[in-house]
């Protein structure tokens, strides 16, 4: 969404970048690493850092800080309100109950992928939980997404982009990342296999609504220990098939 200049609240704008500094790889930061990662002054680090915490938002020792509970605040209005996960989260149970595998409802954000729902076993990827961030490069749900754009849409998404390797099967090659793009396209479901995390794997489909938008991707992650990757298509990929034609009409 674009707005007006005079719109534009720029205060507000820097104490959420702040606040979107901290992650799984930093989860305290003092005002120097906080303002390298918000791009700010470290002294406008410091006072977006200090009146968070203030407010509740972050906790802190006095030179580190590090997120509070009170943050989840808003991912519980977003679950409590919004259609999508509210929508998928009984056929998420169902998937997961019959199978005993993992399932998530799956957005895209900007070059991450955020899950939104999920149901499933204790299988626990790396970083695999609610709300949890994943890159869409390495991803089988953010190349579906990606798929889901317009060819001159996903273009723009990827020109000058860096794929970071995250392991030694990670797809870094923009020529080649278009390639498979195309590939998802075409069979309208993804593999992907240790690219994200070594022995995992997954398959993911698209949500479309009633319109034909994609507007979510639907997984299943598992490991190869658990199931063969041949399997995977044969016996997992018709479930996300059959349970994506059904939510249709829900989304």
Not at 19 to 29: C, I, K, N, V, W
Not at 44 to 63: I, P, Q, V
Not at 185 to 193: E, F, G, I, L, N
Request: charged letters at 20%.
């Amino acid at each position: 969404m674009t707005i007006a200049h005079a719109d534009y609240i720029a205060g507000m704008a820097k104490g959420l970048a702040v606040l979107e500094s901290f992650d799984t790889q930093r989860q305290r930061l003092n005002a120097t690493l906080a303002a390298e990662r918000a791009g700010l002054t470290r002294a406008a680090a410091r006072r977006h850092l200090l009146t968070l915490a203030h407010l509740g938002y972050l906790e802190t020792d006095g030179s580190w800080f590090w997120l509070a509970p009170k943050v989840l605040r808003f991912s519980g209005s977003y679950l409590a309100s919004a259609r999508l996960p509210r929508a998928v989260q009984p056929t998420l149970n169902r998937l997961a109950g019959a199978t005993g595998e993992s399932f998530s409802a799956v957005v895209l954000d900007g070059d991450h992928v955020v899950i939104v729902a999920r149901s499933g076993s204790a299988l626990q990827a790396y970083g695999l939980h609610l709300g949890a961030r994943l890159p869409a490069h390495a991803t089988s749900t953010g190349r579906v997404l990606l798929a889901g754009k317009g060819r001159a849409e996903f273009s723009a998404w990827l020109k000058g982009r860096e794929l970071p390797r995250l392991t030694g099967h990670t797809t870094v090659d923009a020529r080649g990342f278009r390639a498979l793009i195309e590939q998802v396209r075409q069979q309208d479901y993804c593999v992907a296999s240790q690219e994200h995390e070594l022995g995992v794997q997954a398959v993911a489909v698209p949500l479309r609504n009633m319109d034909g938008r994609t507007v979510a991707a639907l997984n299943v992650v598992t490991t190869r220990e658990r199931v063969e990757p041949r399997a995977l298509q044969r016996d997992l990929l018709p479930l996300l098939l059959e349970a994506a034609r059904e939510l249709r009409p829900l989304l």
